[in-house]
């Protein structure tokens, strides 16, 4: 269970990555739009911090998508 967890987290860690670099922003600039901290973006697309719903959504109005295509993988 625990790698299916981790699987998950590096996954939508990736998505989240891959769809901010497409936008060509910065994990800061990332963070300030989500109103959470830079490191906290980097732990997250790292895969190293286990992100709560509301903060996935904060990412997805970010980046200016829906939920559902950060979890599309």
Same mark, same amino acid.
Request: proline share 1%.
């Given at each position: 269970?625990?790698? $299916?967890?981790?699987?998950?987290? %590096? %996954?939508?860690?990736k998505?989240? !990555?891959?769809?901010?670099?497409? %936008?060509?922003?910065?994990?800061?600039?990332?963070?300030?739009?989500a109103?959470?901290? !830079?490191?906290?973006?980097? %732990?997250?697309? !790292?895969?190293?911090?286990?992100?709560?719903?509301?903060?996935?959504?904060?990412?997805?109005?970010?980046?200016?998508?829906?939920? !559902?295509? $950060?979890?599309?993988?």
């Amino acid at each position: 269970m625990v790698n $299916l967890h981790k699987h998950f987290l %590096m %996954m939508l860690g990736k998505s989240i !990555r891959e769809k901010r670099e497409k %936008m060509g922003i910065s994990q800061e600039q990332l963070g300030k739009l989500a109103k959470c901290h !830079r490191t906290y973006v980097g %732990m997250v697309e !790292r895969g190293e911090k286990n992100i709560t719903v509301l903060n996935m959504q904060k990412f997805a109005q970010a980046l200016g998508v829906p939920l !559902r295509d $950060l979890i599309d993988f």
